[in-house]
């Protein structure tokens, strides 16, 4: 079963469907955005999307992607699933690869 729903930016709609385990899945209190391991970003950048978006310091912010690096994840951020679907829409147009958990 899939349910969409629309959103309206600007001029530009844009509709996005969902599987029903993942709006089950939205009903957990408590959801967790993280953010994954790529051979693409620098470190340079995930620490200035993690200062710039999800209000990290500097050294909070490197801490993240020495994990990132090794571990291959971190959570870096913890919350309501709509709030995560935020963050995780924000970042992702960074070019960083995240999920909500």
């Known amino acids: 079963m899939k349910l969409a ?48 978006y999800l209000d990290y310091t500097e ?6 992607a020495w994990e990132v690096h090794n571990k291959g994840k971190c959570a870096v951020l913890e919350g309501s699933f709509t709030e995560m679907e935020v963050y995780r829409k924000i970042l992702q147009q960074e070019g960083l690869t995240v999920t909500v958990d």
């Open 5 to 52: 729903y629309f959103c309206t930016m600007s001029t530009e709609t844009k509709e996005e469907t969902f599987t029903l385990e993942e709006i089950l899945t939205s009903l957990k209190t408590s959801h967790r955005l993280i953010l994954w391991n790529d051979d693409v970003n620098t470190f340079d950048h995930v620490i200035h999307c993690m200062t710039k």
């Open 59 to 64: 050294s909070q912010a490197e801490r993240i």
